[in-house]
């Protein structure tokens, strides 16, 4: 049994930009909460208020962060883990649920918010590229080999998936997109559809929709979702969408 004075930790998602996209429950817990913890640009989106103390950390620090979450609920705070997008889409809820695995002794109220994922917000933004099978592939190879992520992306075009591919390429990694790209041609028809949605739902929103024999990496950058169409992605007026049969 919880004790009477026992705090809670949530993971929230902040959607991907604009607070019209965030959902009510989050923004009710963010109004409950005394601490948030989070990458320092998501905890920018919070607004300041009296009592409530924001915890800013750089953006590796993620199992820091949620044994630091842990913590604070154990001595009783309401304590709110911040994500951009959805929390459990390459983010801080999975971070925290390893915290735990490491800290089973800890009674903890834990629970997970959803937020719209920064590949929903792109791909209605651009039609409904989603709208048949699809995956979604981080590019990042922080937490995974890059070999993984070349075969990942390889077997998903092999069977003829939608992709979304988040972290899709970051100053210290310029050339891994390339050779991402290098593989979808190996795999993919010159005129496949591609999708570089940057900064969905923010006043600096692109939304770029060009053949794969014209992508390039400099048309990525780490606010950017891509998004590659199945062989049956189409255009319809200035739309992009999937068929749902295949
Ligand atoms: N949890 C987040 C993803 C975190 S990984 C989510 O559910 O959206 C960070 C990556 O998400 C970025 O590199 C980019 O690929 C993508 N991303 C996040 N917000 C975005 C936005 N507003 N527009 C385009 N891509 C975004």
Redesign the pocket.
Known sequence: MRAPQSGWVIVA?LG??ASSMMTPEVDRALAEATDIIGYQPYVARITPRQGLSRHASDNRAELDRAHHALRLAAKGRRVVIV?????G???MASALFEALESMPQLEADIRILP?I???L??AAAAGAPLGHDFCAI?LSDNLKPFDLVLKRVRLAAEADFAMA????RSNTRPAQFGEVLATLRDQCEPERLIVF??????PEQVIRTVALSEARPEMAD????VIVGSSRTRRVGPFVYTPRSA
């Open positions: 998602g991907p930009g994500s951009s997008g959805d929390p889409v390459f983010a937020g994922t920064a590949m917000a792109a981080n591919f988040y972290n899709p949605a940057r900064a969905v739902s923010t780490m606010r950017t979702v």
